[in-house]
């Protein structure tokens, strides 16, 4: 099955400075590349997206690239404030017998430093 | 249009008990997937019903089990809980079928198994 490995698993950031999380992914046929963040206690909350025919996607301060060939795909965090301070979870999903399963990194720790 | 809602918010068990979780899934979205977050890890999927069948399943022993019901809503069946068992229960909502695979979170109920 997929198998999404990412890294670091802790990151600490000055306030303002970027931020990027990196993933590596198994399965080729994976089509869709979602990002979550989840505060402490709270529900993963999606924050941006990627699908496989696209190579970077933008959203204000935060960005996605995936590499198809390599099978890496990044997010990228710049101008970072205490609010980005989570835990992110980057995603694989891949449509395997009539359904879209996803399966998640181990999570990276974002401490964003004043 | 209403978000993913679960209930209960937490639940405390002992051993071999049995337990049923619930998920109300977001308006307009007729798959729901169930997932198990340990404490420190990434949530593990569990399992996907679609139009009220399991259309996808995890490595999770048969104990765990579900129904989804006409209007979408689902739930989550444990027997025999084991210590292990213990963690943060999130189901995601989504428009299946050729639906783009985007997913919402609930705020999951915490088990504790003691």
């Known amino acids: 099955g997929e198998n999404v490995e990412q890294h670091p698993s802790t990151l600490s950031v000055q306030e303002g400075d970027s931020a990027v999380i990196k993933c590596t992914y198994s399965d080729s046929a994976s089509n869709y590349f979602p990002w979550y963040k989840q505060e402490l206690g709270k529900r993963p909350q999606l924050i941006i997206d990627i699908r496989s025919n696209v190579g970077e996607k933008k959203d204000q301060r935060i960005a996605v690239t995936l590499n198809k060939t390599a099978k890496h795909f990044s997010l990228h965090i710049t101008e970072t404030q205490p609010e980005d301070s989570a835990v992110y979870f980057c995603?694989?999903?891949?449509?395997?017998?009539?359904?879209?399963?996803?399966?998640f990194g181990t999570g990276t720790k974002l401490q964003v430093i004043p | 249009e209403t978000g993913v809602t679960q209930s209960p918010t937490h639940l405390i068990k002992t051993r071999g008990q049995q337990v049923t979780l619930r998920c109300s899934s977001q308006s307009g979205h007729n798959t729901v997937s169930w997932y198990q977050q340990a404490l420190g890890q990434g949530p593990q999927f569990i399992f996907q019903y679609y139009r009220e069948e399991e259309n996808g399943r995890g490595n999770f022993p048969p104990r765990f089990s579900g129904l989804q019901f006409p209007n979408y809503s689902s739930e989550l069946n444990v027997n025999a809980l084991e210590l292990d068992d213990s963690a943060l229960y999130l189901c995601?909502?989504?428009?299946?079928?050729?639906?783009?695979?985007?997913?919402?979170f609930g705020p999951g109920t915490r088990l504790t198994v003691l």
């Open positions: 995603a694989a999903s891949i449509r395997s017998g009539g359904y879209q399963k996803v399966t």
């Open positions: 995601a909502s989504s428009f299946g079928g050729t639906g783009s695979g985007e997913q919402f």
